[in-house]
């Protein structure tokens, strides 16, 4: 009895003492005075936590956006130029690349205000301001309300308080809770819409290395690119317009030419999209056993087939490139996030943190009443939430995600046919035909009818054999019996009567969308596969799927609430949400693995290694290669080396890209950009020996702007610091 007694007093003493692990966390900047400001000027920062966020003054964070809609960039001059990744502005870049002018391939540089190009529909986006209104949002819940009733109790409430702080300015606002809902903050935000593309270098720089060093430590990929914000005659944003002028910001980042050093102070300030830092271990078991390997194995079949026609064909390559970086993106992610886990062991280290928190919980007959019965109704939700979030995911990635793509592009058609059959409004009618029209040439600029058969028959195939049958769609029936599974006999028999490979046929309907012509779409068996996965997806998978997340939703919020409770003297970091956070580090190299320890920068040197004119990742601009053989890095060099990348351990996710990475004296020293490969996991659990972001060194940036690229005007308007 002693003993037990004892045992429990240690594990209550293990875990109240736990260290908050050493760089782990992405911090609310709001919060930074009270939890972090001190640990931060310990571990070197010389500025305050006004000076990083302040709605009274100028500080930081006002010259720190939302890019488009995933990643983030920052103010580098004060005449609203900004800086983001090339990875970032791809799809601005590729847009403007057309055969004469391949942006892409040659990289761009706008040589004056007059030749840079505006981007319809990209914006930029700055936080205000940021505010707890948690009582205000949760007024008048109680816990006799169930979830629905919560949801909609506090949208109502958000609703309110969202026209309040916008107050008919020209601002914009959102509520997000945090906590897995137990704050809600509102942030106030201004978006800028005219934004014009200003530089880029080519893709043999920025995208250097492309799929095969993604996600890796060592790196030399010079991913950034460059724009610059446009404002009305009274600097507040405005559409595009000729006589708009740059946009003159409050704040912008001076720019250090000292390089940085191991176990220098970095600080990355940008918006990390989500992670799930407190999940159970159920959750990890889901993802790492029963989901992402049927999802690797389904995407190692996808980029197979790619790879071989666009290694057969140039312009295939180009077709498909952007479809292969983002199936590779998250397959590769996948990938070391369960080998980062195993070799954790994370599900063990869940379980075992679970096994203290039940000991705890049993240990007071209140917390007993309140979480006794957290963990089994867990395991109840997961034993049903894996097969259909697996469904949900497989279904995407055979018919919607770059899977079998006609099937997904006919998917467009449905809202159309719709309007036609029911008889609505021409205006309606033609005006959802005019943009299917753009999206109809655009689909067939980027499409391979061969490649797109033979990822037809692969990944139906894959589906018929590992979906239970619940889970395939209804025209799978016809498959078993009536094509014995025979997956290319059926594709040929779809491929015989579809007509959606036809773009001319399409442009001709598109262009007249009578009645009778879209009922020859609605009747094509490609549409009818689509509309069986639709129909599995709305019917089946998508209501129980919803419920199950319901569930977990209270669970998590109760979850997280008592493990704040447990673990009293812990400082807790909310897990991201697309919003501004703050990580904070230091630089530092690590081991990847026996005898191997990884330096904490590369090196154009590594450039040169990694050169093979034959690789299509590994194509060194001769410009670059010259610049290097003359050893001219002028005043971006160290020690007679240019440094390209360097690797630091703050804790980032996606979304953090193109985040500003910032030394001790509020300098930029680097753009954010991933992550390396042994640390991926961590989304999920961190591990401050392995996990480190990737970021491109602010000097290089500048030799490529200066002498690479010969558009050293650009460098006036920074605010460079030796
Ligand atoms: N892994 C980085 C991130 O998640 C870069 C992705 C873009 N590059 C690529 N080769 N797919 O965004
Ligand atoms: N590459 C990611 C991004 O685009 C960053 C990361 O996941 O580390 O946001």
Not at 271 to 293: A, F, N, Q
Request: one cysteine or more; a negative charge.
């Amino acid at each position: 009895m002693i003993r037990r007694k004892l045992l429990f007093i240690w594990i209550i003493a293990f875990v109240s003492f736990f260290p908050v692990f050493g760089d782990e966390g992405m911090w609310i900047p709001m919060l930074i005075e009270k939890l972090n400001i001190q640990e931060m000027q310990e571990k070197g920062l010389k500025l305050s936590a006004e000076d990083i966020y302040s709605v009274n003054k100028a500080s930081m964070k006002d010259a720190v956006m939302i890019f488009g809609g995933g990643c983030t960039a920052e103010l580098i001059s004060a005449e609203g130029l900004l800086l983001t990744n090339h990875h970032c502005g791809y799809r601005s870049i590729q847009k403007h690349s057309t055969v004469e002018h391949d942006y892409l391939t040659n990289g761009f540089w706008a040589m004056s205000h007059k030749e840079e190009l505006p981007n319809p529909g990209l914006k930029v986006t700055f936080l205000k301001w940021m505010e707890d209104v948690t009582g205000k949002s949760l007024e008048g819940i109680n816990s006799g309300m169930s979830e629905k009733e919560r949801e909609e109790r506090i949208s109502e409430n958000n609703q309110k308080i969202i026209t309040e702080a916008v107050n008919n300015s020209h601002f914009s606002a959102h509520i997000e809770p945090f906590f897995a809902g137990n704050q809600y903050f509102l942030f106030v935000e201004e978006v800028f819409r005219d934004v014009r593309f200003v530089g880029a270098p080519p893709s043999s720089i920025g995208k250097f290395g492309g799929d095969t060093d993604n996600w890796m430590w060592p790196r030399h990929t010079g991913d950034f690119s460059l724009f610059r914000i446009y404002a009305n005659k009274n600097n507040e944003p405005a559409e595009f317009s000729p006589d708009n002028v740059p946009y003159e910001p409050v704040k912008f980042f001076p720019i250090s030419l000292k390089g940085i050093h191991p176990d220098d102070f970095t600080m990355v300030f940008g918006y990390p999209g989500s992670t799930y830092e407190y999940v159970p271990s159920y959750h990890i078991k889901m993802l790492t056993k029963e989901v992402y390997p049927k999802l690797i194995d389904i995407r190692d079949k996808k980029l197979e087939l790619m790879n071989a026609d666009m290694s057969a064909d140039p312009k295939v390559r180009i077709q498909y490139s952007s479809k292969y970086a983002s199936v590779s993106n998250s397959w590769k992610r996948w990938i070391g996030e369960i080998n980062g886990l195993d070799k954790l062991d994370a599900i063990a280290k869940k379980q075992a943190f679970e096994n203290g928190f039940m000991a705890w919980v049993a240990s007071d007959p209140a917390s007993q009443k309140k979480y006794g019965t957290l963990l089994p109704d867990y395991r109840n939700v997961y034993n049903d939430l894996g097969r259909y979030r697996l469904a949900r995911d497989y279904i995407n990635e055979v018919f919607f995600r770059n899977g079998a793509e006609l099937v997904s592009f006919s998917s467009k058609f449905a809202n159309l046919i719709d309007l036609v059959e029911n008889e609505d409004s021409p205006e309606k009618v033609s005006s959802a035909a005019s943009q299917l029209i753009s999206l109809t040439e655009g689909f067939f600029k980027d499409y391979n009818l061969s490649t797109d058969k033979k990822l037809f028959v692969a990944l139906m195939k894959k589906c018929g054999e590992n979906m239970p049958a619940e889970f395939q769609p209804s025209v799978f029936i016809n498959i078993h019996s009536k094509f014995n599974d025979d997956y290319g006999k059926y594709m040929e028999s779809v491929y015989k009567k579809t007509s959606f490979f036809n773009e001319d046929f399409l442009l001709e309907i598109l262009n007249n969308p009578v009645k009778s012509k879209l009922k020859k779409l609605k009747n094509d068996p490609v549409f009818q596969i689509f509309e069986s996965a639709d129909d599995l997806m709305k019917g089946k998978i998508y209501p129980e799927y919803s419920r199950l997340s319901l569930e977990l939703k209270s669970l998590n919020r109760k979850y997280m609430a008592a493990q704040m409770e447990y673990q009293k003297d812990k400082i807790f970091y909310s897990d991201a949400n697309f919003t501004l956070r703050l990580s904070y580090g230091s630089v530092k190299g690590y081991i990847p693995k026996d005898a191997v320890n990884f330096k904490y920068y590369t090196t154009l040197k590594g450039i040169i290694e990694k050169d093979n004119p034959q690789i299509y990742d590994y194509d060194v601009p001769d410009k670059l290669k010259e610049l290097y053989k003359s050893g001219d890095f002028g005043q971006y060099a160290e020690n007679g080396e240019m440094h390209v990348c360097f690797i630091a351990t703050n804790h980032t996710t996606g979304g953090n890209s193109g985040s500003p990475v910032v030394n001790a004296e509020g300098q930029l020293v680097g753009v954010n950009f991933d992550r390396a490969w042994e640390g991926v996991m961590s989304d999920l659990m961190f591990n401050p020996d392995q996990c480190r972001n990737i970021s491109l060194d602010i000097r290089y940036v500048l030799f490529l702007i200066d002498k690479f690229a010969g558009a050293g005007y650009l460098l006036d308007e920074m605010d460079l610091v030796e």
